[in-house]
């Protein structure tokens, strides 16, 4: 499976996600410093807007920083944000941090999905196989383009599985 369908997938179960809900639902807090559904899919959104852009810079076919396309690797990143999700709970920096930006479910659907296919034809354009320079992430380090996708795609697992908590804690009213 390519890359490509790979965030096509991801991208769609996200939505789909919590597409039944009513506005109130995805505006709801379960705690005062909790993340609504719609302010962590917009933190979802900011997330991929960054690794879009990463994408999207044209690689120094001089600079050749390591012999790999991967540092971490799918298996890596999938482990370290989604299995560990509850042990590393790492603060999100200032310019992925909710800032209400959006209003509605819809409002957000839209521009969510115009960064995933801005994505997706870059990727269509673009060989990563060939690039192995490395962009740093705030707290992983070096990552290549191909790592920064596949961790784009683990991000995205992670904020579903916070959604699903929210969603949990909204119908059963449980604490979070």
């Given at each position: 499976?390519t890359?490509?369908?790979k ?13 039944l809900l009513?506005e ?17 899919a917009?933190h979802?959104y900011?997330?991929n807007?960054?690794?879009s852009?990463?994408i ?6 001089e600079?050749v920083?390591?012999?790999?396309v991967e540092?971490?690797?799918?298996g890596k990143?999938?482990h ?9 709970k ?9 800032k209400g930006i959006?209003?509605?479910g ?9 960064v995933?296919?801005n ?8 060989d990563?196989?060939k ?8 707290r992983l380090?070096?990552?290549?383009k191909?790592?920064w ?5 683990a991000?995205?697992?992670r904020?579903?599985l ?7 804690f ?7």
């Amino acid at each position: 499976m390519t890359l490509q369908n790979k965030i096509e997938i991801n991208a769609t179960h996200f939505l789909d996600s919590f597409l039944l809900l009513t506005e109130e639902q995805l505006h709801h807090k379960p705690s005062l410093n909790a993340w609504s559904i719609l302010e962590c899919a917009e933190h979802v959104y900011l997330a991929n807007c960054s690794v879009s852009k990463i994408i999207c810079t044209p690689s120094l076919p001089e600079k050749v920083e390591n012999q790999s396309v991967e540092l971490f690797g799918e298996g890596k990143l999938n482990h370290l944000l989604v299995n560990k999700r509850a042990v590393l709970k790492i603060p999100a920096p200032d310019y992925v941090v909710p800032k209400g930006i959006f209003k509605t479910g819809h409002d957000l659907k839209k521009q969510f999905n115009d960064v995933i296919n801005n994505i997706i034809t870059q990727l269509d354009k673009t060989d990563l196989t060939k690039d192995t320079q490395t962009i740093k992430h705030f707290r992983l380090g070096e990552m290549t383009k191909t790592d920064w996708v596949n961790f784009m795609i683990a991000h995205t697992n992670r904020h579903l599985l916070q959604i699903e908590e929210i969603k949990l804690f909204i119908y059963n009213k449980t604490d979070y």
